[in-house]
């Protein structure tokens, strides 16, 4: 069994949930009173609707389509792992987790750079925990992509 191979698929999983809350939870960007994420808008107790501008229609998009990919690269690297004879599948599994990664890091550098200037704006406004759990699942698909194409 190719433990390395298993981590990463692991890894994968993780980067995958990662993804799923950035894209669910409303905390792109905060201030102490409100939030913005994706979908939903929150003030206080109240929350709301998003009007969505091109920054967040770039980031559901992209950000979908590498929730697909990641779901992808971790089942095929997973059944990598368990099957020693299925290396090509580990291969396969490790190139959508790059593609993964390169989709997530569209979303999040567009959106980056459409709202850099909202943000920059007042010194309250800050990026929220969402749009780090986004980095982070990017980084974590960098990470457990090419691991997963070169390990035995």
Same mark, same amino acid.
């Given at each position: 069994?190719?433990?390395?191979?298993?981590?990463?698929?692991?890894?994968?999983?993780?980067?995958?949930?990662?993804?799923?809350?950035?894209?669910?939870?409303?905390?792109?960007? !905060?201030?102490?009173?409100?939030?913005?994420?994706?979908?939903?808008?929150?003030? $206080?107790?109240?929350?709301?609707?998003?009007?969505?501008?091109?920054?967040?229609?770039? !980031?559901?998009?992209?950000?979908?389509?590498?929730?697909?990919?990641?779901?992808?690269?971790?089942?095929?690297?997973?059944?990598?792992?368990?099957?020693?004879?299925?290396?090509?599948?580990?291969?396969?599994?490790?190139?959508?987790?790059?593609?993964?990664?390169?989709?997530?890091?569209?979303?999040?550098?567009?959106?980056?750079?459409?709202?850099?200037?909202?943000?920059?704006?007042?010194?309250?406004?800050? *990026?929220?925990?969402?749009?780090?759990? $986004? *980095?982070?699942?990017?980084?974590?698909?960098?990470?457990?992509?090419?691991?997963?194409?070169? !390990?035995?």
């Amino acid at each position: 069994m190719g433990s390395l191979r298993l981590g990463s698929g692991v890894v994968l999983c993780l980067a995958l949930v990662f993804t799923v809350l950035a894209l669910a939870t409303p905390a792109w960007i !905060a201030d102490p009173i409100s939030s913005v994420g994706l979908f939903k808008a929150q003030s $206080g107790g109240v929350s709301g609707g998003v009007i969505k501008r091109d920054a967040e229609k770039v !980031a559901i998009a992209f950000v979908v389509l590498a929730m697909i990919s990641l779901l992808t690269a971790s089942i095929l690297v997973i059944i990598a792992a368990k099957v020693e004879e299925k290396d090509k599948l580990g291969k396969i599994g490790g190139a959508s987790a790059v593609v993964a990664a390169l989709f997530l890091l569209v979303a999040m550098a567009t959106y980056t750079g459409l709202t850099k200037d909202l943000v920059d704006a007042a010194p309250t406004i800050k *990026w929220g925990y969402s749009y780090a759990l $986004g *980095w982070v699942a990017f980084c974590l698909a960098v990470i457990a992509g090419p691991l997963a194409i070169f !390990a035995k």
